[in-house]
């Protein structure tokens, strides 16, 4: 299986990576956790140069590229051989972010995102996505509040720094995506407690292994 959590800036999908660790775990299965932009060696300095703020004039264009870049590296070193092995991977974000993020809110456009994202990457999707839904203003506010604390680093804010006008971008852009393929893509309220969010995950990952066992797949 190959999950994917995706959602706003502040939204707690590195807290719920841990609880979809917890029940893959609990369900007795192998899995590796990674995470886009950084899942492999070239990909973390990738990742230093995408979300440094001081990467301030970097064109939307090269941005797009380098997160391919990032992807193609991941997808054939780290998740098809895993997946191949037989395990389980859950990413921190995949390409849904980069149609949101590039596609929409950079507005370059969702048919060049697809394109270079079928030619590069021929098309591979997650078998579900995982979508924390909260409003950016309070996302930005956790994400802020985890930087000052010193939980977050400041070295990774180039897209915290972007004007509330993007995130809203970001936020309506994957809800879109979310009403485009219901099937793969599952809306999470993330404005609940650890324990709310938690439980919600939980069933929807229950619910899926139920129909990934019978089919062997889902589509979206």
């Known amino acids: 299986m190959f999950i994917t959590l995706e959602g706003i800036e502040g939204s707690g999908k590195t807290t719920q990576m841990k609880n979809v660790a917890r029940w893959l775990?609990?369900?007795?299965?192998?899995?590796?956790?990674?995470r886009e932009p950084g899942g492999t060696r070239i990909g973390k300095a990738i990742r230093r140069l995408l979300l440094d703020p001081a990467s301030i004039d970097l064109d939307p264009l090269a941005e797009l590229l380098l997160y391919n870049a990032d992807r193609v590296q991941h997808i054939r070193t780290v998740i098809k051989p895993h997946l191949a092995d037989g395990k389980s991977v859950?990413?921190?974000?995949?390409?849904?972010?980069?149609?949101?993020y590039q596609g929409m809110a950079r507005k370059l456009g969702t048919g060049l995102v697809n394109k270079i994202h079928q030619l590069v990457c021929d098309g591979f999707q997650p078998d579900l996505t995982l979508l924390l839904d909260l409003d950016p203003l309070k996302?930005?506010?956790r994400t802020w509040q985890q930087v000052?604390?010193?939980?977050?680093?400041?070295?990774?804010?180039?897209?915290?720094n972007e004007k509330l006008e993007f995130?809203?971008?970001v936020r309506a852009?994957?809800?879109?995506?979310?009403?485009?393929?219901?099937?793969?893509?599952?809306?999470?309220?993330a404005s609940g407690s650890l324990v709310q969010v938690a439980r919600k995950l939980e069933k929807i990952l229950?619910?899926?292994?139920?129909?990934?066992?019978k089919n062997g797949h889902q589509s979206s």
């Not at 859950?90 to 949101?100: E, I, P, S």
């Not at 229950?206 to 066992?213: I, K, M, P, S, V």
């Open 25 to 34: 775990e609990a369900k007795g299965l192998e899995f590796v956790l990674t």
């Open 90 to 100: 859950v990413c921190d974000r995949f390409f849904d972010a980069t149609l949101v």
């Open 139 to 141: 996302g930005l506010e």
């Open 148 to 160: 000052d604390s010193g939980k977050r680093s400041q070295a990774e804010t180039r897209f915290e």
């Open 167 to 169: 995130h809203r971008r």
């Open 173 to 189: 852009g994957y809800l879109q995506l979310a009403e485009m393929y219901p099937r793969r893509i599952k809306v999470i309220d």
């Open 206 to 213: 229950d619910e899926f292994l139920e129909g990934f066992n």
